[in-house]
C-alpha cells in the first residue's frame, strides 16, 4: 500500500453536496482528491429522483434566506457554466390551515427580508391553480421565486466542473477509515493511503458511521415517492401548477407538477420508517401509494392516474431538522456537512461554497451560526 500526498482537501462523498464541495475548492485552485463509494448519479443514498423544491420563503426559518439568495445565484452561475438547464421557476404554494407552520413560517420569512409572495384563500387558489381544489379552512401562501431543480444533472454538472478545474474524482472505491493528527487528516481505502491538509465529509445518510469521533445525533428515514400519471395533463403542467408543500389533517406533503415522462410526483415528509442505507427497504408498497394517492384525490382531484414509477430515498435528519456545517468538534481540520432532513439538496451550490470556505479559509462568509455542532448536547466519544 502507498502513501500520496498530494491534495490540499480530500472529499469523502460526492452525491449533491461533496460535488458541489469539489467544484467550489478546484475552483479555488486547491488540490482536490474526491472519494465515492458508488458510481457517479447513484441512487443508493439522497441527492437522485429527477426533481427537488427550491424556494426562498422558507417556512422552516428566516436564516436561511441569505443561504438561500447565494444559491439561486450560484445555481444559476452552474447552468451557465454547463450550458445546462438546471432550475424551473414556476412558482411554490405553501398549503395549510391560517395558522399552520407552513403558512406562518414562510409568511415570516418573506416579511423579515422583503420576498415578493401573495397571501391566497382557498377561492383564490382554486381559480388561479385549478388542480388545487382547497376546502374552504386551508389558505396558501404563493412565491412566485419557487421551483425544481433537476438533482443528477446537478451533481453531473458540479462534478464536471470539479473534473474541468483540476480535482481528481474516485468513483467505487469506498474510503474505509480516515484520521486527522491535527497538522494532517489520512483516508485510507483498499488500495492506498491518502495524506492532505483538509478533509470534508459529506456522506449523506453513511454519515453517522463516517464521522468518527463525534456521536452525531442523527436519524436516517425511509422516505417513498410516488409519480402517478395525471387524468387532466394541462391542468397540473409546470405552467399551470406550483410546485406544492401541504400542511394538511392527514400530514405534511411536497409535489411537483405533471413533467413529461415523470407524471405528478409526490412525498411525504413528515414521517419515515427509521432505516440505515445498508438495510434499506427499497419496495414501495401498495397501501404507501394508495396513502400518496388519497393525498392527491383530496386536494388535487384528476392528478392520480395510473402508477407510472416509485422510488425510495433517505431523509438524514437532525434532533431539530436543521442542518450541520462545522468543523469537527474534535479535529479542526475536518468539515463535516450533514443532516439535511430532507430539505437539503436546493442548497447544495451554496453548500459546496460554505464547506470550501471552513476548509481553505476557516470560517464562512455567511452566518451559519445557527447550523454549528455545538447545539447538540451529545458528549464526544
Known sequence: MSSVTSADVIVLGLGGMGSATAAHLARR?????????????????????ETRIIRKAYFESPDYVPMLERAYQLWHDLEAE?????????????????ESGFVTGAARSAREFGLNVE??????????????QLPENLVALFDPEGGFLRPERCTAAH??????????????????EWGSDGDSVFVRTATERITAG????????????????????LVVWRIVNVHFGSTAAQRFAPENCPVFLMEVPEGHYYGFPALPGQGVKIGRHDIGAVTTPDTIDREVR?????????????????????????????????????FVLDHHPAHDNVVVGCGFSGHGFK????????????ALDSESQLDIGFLATGRFSKELR
Not at 30 to 47: C, L, M
Open 29 to 49: 485552485g486547491a488540490t482536490v482528491i474526491g472519494f465515492d463509494a458508488f458510481e457517479p448519479g447513484h441512487a443508493n443514498g439522497s441527492s437522485h429522483g
Open 82 to 98: 454547463s450550458g445546462q438547464e438546471l432550475l424551473t421557476i414556476n412558482g411554490a404554494l405553501n398549503i395549510g390551515s391560517a
Open 119 to 132: 397571501e391566497l384563500d382557498a377561492s383564490d387558489v382554486r381559480k388561479r391553480f385549478p388542480g388545487f
Open 159 to 176: 462534478l464536471e466542473s470539479a473534473h474541468q478545474h483540476g480535482a481528481t474524482l474516485r468513483f467505487n472505491e469506498p474510503v474505509l
Open 198 to 217: 483538509k478533509l470534508v465529509i459529506t456522506a449523506g445518510p453513511w454519515s453517522k458511521n463516517v464521522i468518527a469521533g463525534w456521536d452525531a445525533p
Open 286 to 322: 401498495e397501501n404507501e401509494i394508495v396513502m400518496l394517492r388519497n393525498v392527491l384525490d383530496t386536494y388535487m382531484p384528476g392528478a392520480s392516474g395510473p402508477v407510472l414509477r416509485t422510488l425510495t430515498c433517505m431523509y438524514t435528519n437532525t434532533p431539530d431538522h436543521h
Open 347 to 358: 442548497f447544495a451550490s451554496v453548500i459546496g461554497e460554505i464547506l470550501s470556505q471552513l
